[in-house]
């Protein structure tokens, strides 16, 4: 394994994540981007919604993303050797949109405990302050939960439009990387997101999350993959790696999860978002 050097790793303990770190050749993101077009082309509509979660059901392509090398080594000097892939997200900003990512934490809603578990952000495009990259509150992860109040914005890419208020961007920093470039984020960090101005699309590809065998989901179910080493826990349900790009199959078990999953992302609250 090479993983993270030293430095690397003294850095995310110290601001909450690391980055960037190489993961795929150009041509390798260019071929993720390309099929990530070719499922918007074919299918229209069917990566929008609920269903821009659990991209990797569908794919071969996208779910072999989840079994990189260099984003397993990196991840396993975080967590340790016995990884679990608990989900994926992608995080689309057209040029000319309002998109955005509030303030908040991974953390907040999603359920799972202990906090042996990290989020992993991949650069299909490049991610840059022009296009809308992520932005991290360095050293938040070491805080507890914060406030979140539910907005619900039209714009707003969380499920909730959870919103840290009052973060002042003087004091984040910003997370540029390449296409094929990859970020390690804690789970309590505070980060968001702004606007796209570039005249492309900045697409992010997100393991939501690496999670340790120990790691349970205490509000609802999740379905997982292995990445790698055992699982003596066993507390969530495996599912199929997908063997055809959007069969019958697999789009029956990514909208299985897809429901389990908004169950999860709105407990307690009266009121369901787009996502």
Not at 34 to 43: A, L
Not at 217 to 237: I, N, P, S, T, W
Request: hydrophobic share 35%; with cysteine.
């Amino acid at each position: 394994m090479t993983g993270l050097t030293t430095k690397q790793l003294e850095h995310y303990r110290s601001k909450g994540y690391v980055s960037p770190v190489s993961a795929f050749s150009s041509n390798e993101a260019k071929e993720i981007r390309d099929e990530i077009e070719k499922i918007e082309k074919n299918w229209p509509g069917s990566l929008e919604g609920i269903n821009r979660n659990y991209v990797h059901l569908v794919s071969p392509v996208l779910n072999k993303i989840c079994f990189n090398k260099n984003i397993l080594d990196a991840v396993e000097s975080v967590i340790g050797k016995n990884i679990l892939i608990c989900g994926t997200t992608l995080f689309i900003k057209d040029p000319n949109e309002k998109g955005f990512v509030s303030f908040h934490q991974d953390a907040k809603y999603i359920g799972l405990e202990p906090y042996n578990w990290v989020t992993v952000w991949v650069a299909v495009t490049d991610a840059n302050e022009d296009n809308g990259c992520m932005r991290m509150v360095p050293g938040s992860h070491k805080d507890n939960l914060k406030y979140h109040k539910q907005k619900f914005d039209d714009n707003n890419l969380l499920t909730r439009g959870q919103t840290i208020e009052n973060v002042s961007l003087d004091n984040t920093d910003p997370i540029i990387l390449k296409a094929g470039e990859v970020s390690l984020h804690h789970p309590t960090i505070v980060h968001g997101s702004g606007l796209n101005l570039s005249n492309d699309r900045r697409i992010g590809f997100v393991i939501q999350s690496y999670i340790g065998t120990n790691v349970n989901q205490v509000l609802g179910k999740m379905y997982v993959q292995k990445a790698r080493g055992e699982d003596e826990y066993r507390f969530h349900q495996y599912i199929e790696r997908p063997l055809k790009l959007m069969g019958k199959n697999e789009i029956f078990l990514q909208k299985k999860a897809n429901d389990e999953l908004s169950k999860i992302f709105y407990s307690g609250s009266k009121k369901l978002g787009k996502f």
